[in-house]
């Protein structure tokens, strides 16, 4: 297992240090950034740019790595769902039936995250190798930036997986998500009944205040009694 490891670092790292063995001129970046209307202050006339022609007989190595690449990586991950399954049988009888689902989700996770690259990263690969093999590499422009985008993407789908495959896990986001909904429209409910039992406060003290009012000709009427009164 070791030994594949190595391997499996060793083409890796041989198939970029081909991609980028070359010094390529400034005039080329230029003119690509001009046709494509670029505009960057990150490059500058005294960059070195680092790369290689994408055609056929520069890029023969990084194919044959690349085929190395892919085989080691598929036949680590068969060998280590298999040693993982069997280690499962053993020991089915020794553990709970919680236990078991525990591992049976596990296994669904590593098994998708396992094949995220071939999903995502491989197939772009194949297509970007099969444009440089029959020259239109050249007529796709940013292919091989997003093929980058597209590798930047295992990590976050991997994790995403581990997030929503788990039952448990699903439960807990959909319980977070509905408390989060549910403080919301709480809130929302509570200004606008505090907004309207404010409105019918400030209505029953207006009515209080109006009713306590007596007209003037009410009290010029009270005064002259209690005058008549008086005398």
Known sequence: MVILCFLFASFLVHA??????????????????????????????????????ATLENWK???????????????????????????MKSVASKISETTKRLYLDFLRIITLQACTPFIIAFPSIVIFLITVAIGYSKNIPFLGDVLVKLLCTTPTINSM??????????????????????????????????GSNHKSTYEHSTNKRKNNIVPSDVQTLRIQRKVSFIA
């Open 61 to 87: 190595f990084i194919i044959i790595d690349v085929i190395f690449f892919s085989t080691i990586y598929f036949f680590l991950i068969i060998f280590s769902l298999y040693k993982y399954t069997r280690y």
């Open 161 to 194: 997986l581990f997030i929503f495959l788990p039952k448990k896990n699903r439960k807990r986001f959909v319980a977070l998500f509905r408390n989060v909904i549910t403080r919301k429209d709480s809130f929302l409910s509570s200004d606008t009944f505090n």
């Open 16 to 53: 970029s240090s081909e991609a980028s063995k070359e010094e390529i001129q400034n005039k080329t970046l230029n003119e690509f950034m001009k046709k494509f209307h670029i505009k960057s202050n990150l490059f500058q006339n005294d960059n070195v740019i680092m790369g290689s022609l």
